[in-house]
């Protein structure tokens, strides 16, 4: 019996139940794992577990049981943020945090806002230490910052957003985001 993290049918090898025959005056035989797929997802390392059973005109030893494991060989994805602009109006704008590869785990990391030239709760709604998470099998994923109106004449300002404590699936690539608040009045 084929148990284990790894999928079978040629997705990360391929080997089915079955059975094995040890023909007359032989001792041994080999079960092979084919096709052991060397695919570019970033993920967990993956077992093969093939379990021995019924035997017939044998008795089973202790050994009954042997893990293969599929060792990942694929580099960890990098996590950037975008910069976004817009004018005063009130509404949020939308973040992507974008991951340079797809990853077969799901990936966090936290974001937050701090006053560039812009101030909190003024021009902008706060955000501290909140956490994304990126889907296993996805690239990106997407959050808001609420942007406050007013009716001053004033510069541009901007306010920055910044990713951190990424989890161990990921590292960050470009950690600062800017938001500019383009003045309308």
Request: aromatic residues 4%; proline residues 1%.
């Amino acid at each position: 019996t084929v148990t284990g993290t790894a999928t079978g049918s040629g997705t990360d090898y391929t080997l089915a139940n079955g059975t094995l025959t040890i023909d007359a005056g032989d001792t041994q035989k080999n079960i092979t794992i084919a096709s052991i797929v060397n695919d570019a997802l970033d993920e967990a390392n993956e077992t093969v577990i093939v379990t021995l059973s019924n035997a017939v005109g044998a008795t089973l030893g202790s050994d009954d049981e042997h893990t293969y494991t599929i060792t990942d060989n694929d580099a960890t994805p990098s996590l950037s943020i975008n910069d976004v602009s817009g004018n005063e109006t009130a509404g949020n704008r939308q973040f992507t945090v974008t991951l340079s590869a797809a990853s077969g785990l799901a990936v966090t990391v936290n974001y937050a806002t701090s006053d560039g030239t812009a101030t909190a709760g003024a021009d902008y709604t706060a955000i501290s230490a909140t956490q994304l998470t990126i889907a296993a099998g996805a690239t990106t994923a997407t959050f808001n910052v609420g942007v406050l109106a007013d009716s001053i004449d004033e510069a541009n300002e901007t306010a920055t957003l910044t990713l951190s404590s990424a989890s161990s699936s990921a590292s960050i690539s470009d950690a600062t985001g800017t938001l500019t608040i383009t003045d309308d009045d």
